[in-house]
């Protein structure tokens, strides 16, 4: 399979804590998005990081990505209990047959308590 | 602006049955996709649709499953012979060039 794989799978947290979560991902990448579900409903695209930048930030929201280990990370600074919801990193193949795909993987279902 | 639509928000069938399930990308988007949720799980990637360019099929899971987009706007996700495993959310995303937008979804319950 080429889908990635996030971890923690499951996050509990108090309101104020920072969150980070992991993704892993196994194809060759144009760039790598995070977005953000609730409720078994349709996703919103959070933020996209490009295959040669390191690290972005927008608001609260911080990622970084290394390419040489295939892997990003997304952290949630100063949680909120809105941001209870699952999480997905999705990759963007940059080549072949593949080209234009995006690879989800199975989500971080984060909690916040407030 | 509108978002992406999808109909109906809901559908129960019986197994055996076909069903369409539609989407309304945004306007201008050249890029549709399909995935299919299963309770819990991460998304399945289905179809891939690219201006006139001839689909990414790969994802569908058996001939039972087809979709088509017409005039470059509208896409249409059939399913014939409708099975209990069909059951799950099928969501639709169109694009303008890398992130994705998605419409709320279809919960497709197979009886």
């Known amino acids: 399979s080429q889908q990635g794989e996030e971890d923690p799978q499951a996050l509990s947290i108090q309101e104020g804590e920072n969150a980070t979560m992991n993704c892993s991902y196994k194809t060759s990448i144009n760039n790598l998005q995070w977005y953000r579900q609730n409720s078994g409903r349709g996703l919103v695209h959070l933020i996209l990081?490009?295959?040669?930048?390191r690290e972005k930030h927008s608001g609260r929201l911080r990622v970084t990505l290394d390419t040489s280990k295939k892997s990003s990370s997304l952290l949630i600074t100063a949680s909120r209990a809105a941001d209870t919801a699952s999480y997905f990193c999705a990759s963007l193949a940059d080549r072949g047959s593949t080209l234009g795909r995006l690879y989800f993987g199975r989500g971080t279902q984060l909690t916040v308590w407030p | 602006g509108a978002g992406v639509s999808q109909s109906p928000s809901n559908k129960v069938t019986e197994k055996g049955k076909d069903v369409e399930l539609r989407c309304d990308p945004i306007?201008?988007?050249?890029?549709l996709y399909w995935y299919r949720q299963s309770l819990g799980q991460g998304l399945e990637f289905l179809i891939y649709?690219?201006?006139?360019?001839?689909?990414?099929k790969s994802g569908l899971p058996s001939d039972r499953f087809s979709a088509e987009r017409t005039g470059g706007s509208v896409s249409t996700l059939t399913i014939q012979r409708t099975q209990q495993e069909d059951s799950a959310v099928y969501l639709c995303?169109?694009?303008?060039?890398?992130?994705?937008?998605f419409g709320p979804g279809t919960r497709l319950t197979v009886t």
């Open positions: 649709f690219q201006g006139n360019s001839a689909p990414d």
């Open positions: 990081i490009r295959s040669n930048e």
């Open positions: 995303a169109s694009s303008p060039d890398r992130a994705q937008y």
């Open positions: 306007s201008g988007h050249t890029a």
